[in-house]
């Protein structure tokens, strides 16, 4: 069945409905967004993204993995010339764009389809393992769509598909490092408790045995006897004794391990968390990204309603980047976003987070800072940043950028406040660029 034609309708609305219900974050949203866009450019059909959505529901990730992988490796179709009259044929946009481009691009795209084959397939891997014991985790896979966001190179995505596949060998081996150590330390509790039975039972029979003998004894027994009651007597002292000291040694040798494995486990506990910051951190600039300014937002505007403190956002954007990628090459401009990135955290207080929320787009976070101040601190980091020029290979360039402020408002969510941002910064690259303004509404 083809999906062009009279089921144009039918397909807008079935793509229209699949993004509707994977609205939120996380690798599901990313999954239905990708089938979103196989559906709209005919690489799968209608009744192929319904058993995506049930599948993302289900959380079958196997029936998930089949069907994105069977509409990666269709090509899109696209209307031919006969398609405008009576007939239709369909055309593969990949052949109309071979045409076009050069060998070397050509090559680019494959490699660049077969990284995106990979990441999505990879992410449907690791979701059945991850997702019982760290929902965090999962959700930290918002990495992969800052990433696709910007521009895709067979480079980004050989070291984004590096980056997952060693966070989830990482996470694994933790994971299963974390519950050895806490099998280990449930054992040496339960050595402690038998060994103390074992004394107590001891000492109980030891008890019952000085009974007897007092017995013996209170009847007036001929002088053998009282010999080999004292004889008996002594015998069993020594035998309680080095039970006693035996129970001891492994009382202190359990204590000692159960002391290793508690320090086992807050160093385990300590490398989850901070493989969870790595989540939230831009790999190229490491800023902050999406995610890890969903968390900073959260904290900080609890912190402003509880304190009754500011609390200040700056959207930047930087200033004609294009020309930067244009004339010096992509290479050029990532290591121009690390320079950005560097001389913002160099001007900044360690209180002031720096986040990358798109392709050349930063969001400054200033917790307890009204705005005038900190329209003063972004205007010092335009200063700083027109000092020291961005240099590559014997180029230099001078770095301007945009930006708008906005006060948080009680109530008010990230998105609700970037928007305003948003618009500010807008309106400072319509005054002219490498200016700061103040957003009023």
């Known amino acids: 069945m083809r999906l062009g034609g009279p089921n144009e309708k039918p397909v807008s609305e079935a793509a229209d409905a699949l993004a509707a219900s994977g609205a939120g974050h996380g690798p599901a949203t990313l999954i239905r967004e990708l089938a979103r866009d196989l559906l709209r450019q005919k ?27 069977k509409g990666l490796a269709r090509r899109t179709e696209v209307p031919s010339m006969r398609e405008n009259g009576a007939g239709s044929v369909p055309v593969a946009a990949a052949e109309t764009a071979d045409r076009t481009m050069s060998p070397e691009q050509a090559a680019d795209n494959g490699v660049i389809t077969a990284g995106l084959l990979r990441l999505v397939l990879r992410l449907c891997d690791a979701l059945p393992r991850l997702a019982v014991n760290d929902l965090g985790f999962i959700e930290g896979f918002d990495l992969i769509r800052s990433i696709l966001a910007g521009r895709l190179t ?43 039975g074992t004394v107590g039972a001891s000492t109980a029979w030891f008890q019952q045995r000085v009974g007897a003998y007092r017995d013996v004894l209170a009847g007036q027994p001929e002088p053998e006897v009282v010999t080999r009651v004292v004889v008996g007597l002594l015998a069993e002292t020594k035998a309680v004794s080095q039970e006693i000291h ?15 494995y508690e320090l086992r486990v807050r160093n385990l506990e300590h490398a989850l968390a901070q493989t969870a910051r790595m989540v939230q951190n831009d790999p190229l600039t490491h800023a902050l990204n999406r995610r890890g300014l969903d968390e900073v937002f959260r904290i900080e505007a609890s912190r402003s309603s509880r304190y009754r403190v500011p609390l200040t956002l700056v959207m930047i954007d930087l200033d004609d980047f294009k020309s930067i990628n244009d004339s010096l090459g992509h290479a050029a401009g990532d290591r121009a976003l690390v320079h950005f990135v560097t001389t913002a955290q160099a001007s900044l207080r360690s209180m002031e987070l720096i ?30 940043l027109a000092r020291s020029e961005f240099q590559y290979e014997g180029e230099s360039r001078a770095m301007t950028f945009s930006g708008g402020a906005a006060a948080w ?24 660029k490498n200016n700061v303004v103040i957003a009023t509404e």
């Not at 995506?52 to 529901?57: F, M, N, Y």
């Not at 060693?166 to 099998?183: F, G, I, N, P, Y």
């Open 154 to 196: 067979p480079e980004r995505l050989n070291e984004v598909d590096a980056r997952i596949a060693t966070l989830v060998s990482q996470q694994l081996e933790m994971q299963q490092k974390l519950q050895d150590a806490r099998s280990s330390l449930k054992d040496m509790l339960s050595i402690l408790v038998d060994r103390l």
């Open 355 to 384: 986040a990358r929320t798109g392709g050349e787009e930063f969001v400054v976070v200033f917790p307890a800072t009204g705005i005038a101040e900190s329209v003063d601190a972004i205007r010092r980091l335009q200063r700083e």
């Open 43 to 69: 690489r799968i059909q209608l009744d192929e993204a319904s058993r995506i959505d049930r599948a993302l529901r289900d959380h079958d990730w196997a029936t998930v993995r089949t069907y994105v992988a």
């Open 409 to 432: 408002r009680a109530g008010e969510s990230l998105p609700q406040i970037l928007r305003r941002a948003d618009a500010a910064m807008y309106e400072a690259k319509r005054a002219g």
């Open 246 to 260: 035996r129970s001891q040694h492994d009382l202190a040798e359990a204590h000692r391990k159960v002391e290793s």
